[in-house]
């Protein structure tokens, strides 16, 4: 897993009442303490079984799809999943291969145990590679924390960058023009990536919808 830019943090070995306990901590702090320990950065390059990780990841979107597909819709009935799968999965992949690293480190395997969290971090965050366009999100290790069953009363849950972000514009409100109106093009989108092609499925299906519905005007218009 390729390392992602967040803030400077390690785990280390912190016992409470005989049992074991896992803390996040700034790296300066982990340099002094004498502890199992390790950076994130170091963590997340520890290798695990990618086959593994990908069924997971499967298993994952497949209960997604069963039990939350249909929490939220578009305008037109389309299910958020459907519309969202890509960064969907995306999101999920990453929480899954960050667990998969944790149960990596050999220290964890043999006493795994509640890991706390780092005081006042966001739980979801925003990769380095976002733009204002598209947004690419990203679970910071108070998420995974916090995933794992740690409390988190200071924890806020987006982090800063991602709750600075200006506001969406509003979509002007453009009425619909007319089914004759509609512009007539052989060529109706583009994808540029592998990735994007999933996220236009919806829109092209809205398409041939709306074509067809064109055609059947069309054919009513010059029957009648």
């Not at 947004?135 to 849950?157: D, E, F």
């Not at 999933?198 to 067809?212: F, G, Y």
Request: hydrophobic residues 45%; charged residues 20%; glycine residues 8%.
């Amino acid at each position: 897993m390729r390392p992602t830019k967040r803030s400077a943090l390690g785990i280390a070995r912190a016992d409470a009442d005989g049992k074991p306990l896992w803390a996040l901590v700034g790296e300066g702090a982990l340099a002094t303490m004498k502890s199992d320990r390790i950076t994130t950065s170091e963590l997340e390059a520890l290798p695990f079984d990618q086959r593994d990780a990908e069924a997971r990841v499967d298993h994952v979107m497949e209960a997604l799809e069963a039990y939350g597909a249909d929490l939220a819709r578009t305008p037109g009935g389309a299910g958020w999943l459907y519309v969202q799968h890509v960064p969907a999965r995306r999101l999920v992949a990453q929480v899954v291969r960050m667990l998969a690293a944790l149960s990596a480190w050999e220290p964890f395997a043999k006493a795994p145990g509640p890991l706390r969290l780092a005081p006042y971090e966001g739980l979801v965050g925003l990769r380095s590679s976002s733009s204002r366009e598209y947004r690419a999100y990203t679970v910071t290790w108070s998420g995974i924390a916090y995933l794992l069953g740690a409390a988190a009363p200071h924890n806020p849950l987006r982090s800063a960058r991602l709750r600075n972000l200006p506001a969406a514009p509003a979509a002007a409100s453009v009425p619909r023009p007319a089914p004759s109106e509609l512009p007539v093009s052989e060529v109706v989108a583009l994808s540029w990536s592998s990735r994007h092609a999933a996220t236009l499925l919806p829109v092209l299906e809205e398409l041939a919808v709306l074509s067809r519905d064109v055609g059947d005007t069309r054919a009513g218009c010059l029957n009648g």
